[in-house]
T-cell receptor, first 111, second 116 residues
């Protein structure tokens, strides 16, 4: 089955860029996702990338996908204090039915 | 975009009682919904996949009789935690697959269950 791993903690200064990394095992995942979770809240879809793409940019967010290494990253430019949250990468298994999540990366932004 | 409403957001119940959590897709039909459980500072663990009009598919290690799932309509799935115990205290989140979007999984806002 799908196994998704990511770094657990990242601390950055306000205004700097943040890069959160993720590796996965199941290459059949059609889409790969980044979700944001604030304390006590549900998950907010930040962005996603189709598996045949290498890069996707959406305002301050840039997703890079290296299919050969099965590595996914999320770059947040000009990180703000409001970006402090837990970030989960996720991929699908069983041909697009179930979402499997990484452990989550806690992003702390210092002002 | 797609919206999933989950209620209640927070519930406290006594040991031995049952609690029902609702998950509704507000502006789309969801033939498939998912129920996750999240322990503090941990990731989301998929509990079961709920299919409209049929029995839910449970993940390994999840007790079917403990966590009853009903997906009676295309917009509503419910999770009932039966005979709740303190170890059932957790954050439960539902998700619905929006088939209008090929990539779409929309999440509810979660339910914090505390069993005392």
């Amino acid at each position: 089955g799908e196994d998704v791993e990511q770094s657990l903690f990242l601390s950055v200064r306000e205004g700097d860029s943040s890069v959160i990394n993720c590796t996965y095992t199941d290459s059949s995942s059609t889409y790969l996702y980044w979700y944001k979770q604030e304390p006590g809240a549900g998950l907010q879809l930040l962005t996603y990338i189709f598996s045949n793409m290498d890069m996707k940019q959406d305002q301050r967010l840039t997703v890079l996908l290296n299919k050969k290494d099965k590595h996914l990253s999320l770059r947040i430019a000009d990180t703000q204090t409001g970006d402090s949250a837990i970030y989960f990468c996720a991929g699908t298994m069983e041909y697009g039915n179930k979402l499997v999540f990484g452990a989550g990366t806690i992003l702390r932004v210092k002002s | 975009g797609a919206v999933v409403s989950q209620h209640p957001s927070r519930v406290i119940c006594k040991s031995g009682t049952s609690v029902k959590i609702e998950c509704r897709s507000l502006d789309f039909q969801a033939t498939t919904m998912f129920w996750y459980r999240q322990f503090p500072k941990q990731s989301l663990m998929l509990m079961a996949t709920s299919n409209e009009g049929s029995k839910a598919t449970y993940e390994q290690g999840v007790e079917k009789d403990k966590f009853l799932i009903n997906h009676a309509s295309l917009t509503l799935s419910t999770l009932t935690v039966t005979s709740a115990h303190p170890e059932d205290s957790s954050f439960y989140i539902c998700s619905a697959r929006d088939h209008r979007e090929t990539y779409g999984y929309t999440f509810g806002s979660g339910t914090r269950l505390t069993v005392v």
